[in-house]
């Protein structure tokens, strides 16, 4: 599995939190640690979404996070993935069909990628973040999304 062209030299990642109790939002800061070392295939994380190629989101969406999540999805540049991490960021989870609740994710923007648990292990993490190459390269050779 090789990206070409404009994606030679990096896979960057932007995290986005919608309202996650934290737990899911470690287990990727784990997948960063030298045991896993994702930054050695040239995935890392970058602090602005416009750098971004895949788009990491955690939690159920909370109403205040709703319209945020939109527009760091906007600003991402084509083409790009959207992995939600946790079943939280699925359903709602622990946090399903409460009143504070605009999500799941994929009620605010289109979902490439679940990742299903609680909390996903950086495994399944790095699983979907390989997934995710393969829908660019798709998306690179004008294959269907
Ligand atoms: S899936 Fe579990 S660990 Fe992740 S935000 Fe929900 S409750 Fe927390």
């Not at 996070?65 to 527009?71: E, N, Q, S």
């Amino acid at each position: 599995m090789r990206l070409s062209k404009s994606f030679n030299r990096s896979l960057w990642v932007f995290h986005f939190n919608s309202g996650s109790c934290n737990g899911c939002d470690i287990e990727i800061v784990c997948t960063l640690t030298p045991r896993y070392d994702p930054e050695r295939f040239g995935i890392k994380l970058v602090g602005s979404p416009r750098h971004a190629d895949v788009l990491l989101v955690t939690g159920p969406v909370v109403h205040d996070m709703a319209d945020r999540l939109r527009r760091v999805y906007d600003q991402m540049p084509d083409p790009k993935v959207v992995i939600s991490v946790g079943t939280c960021s699925q359903s709602g989870g622990v946090f399903f069909d409460s009143y504070n609740l605009d999500g799941p994710v994929n009620d605010i923007i289109p979902v490439d990628v679940h990742v299903p648990g609680c909390a996903p292990r950086p495994e399944a993490i790095i699983d979907a973040v390989v997934k995710g190459i393969a829908k660019l390269e798709r998306l690179e050779e004008g294959g269907k999304k």
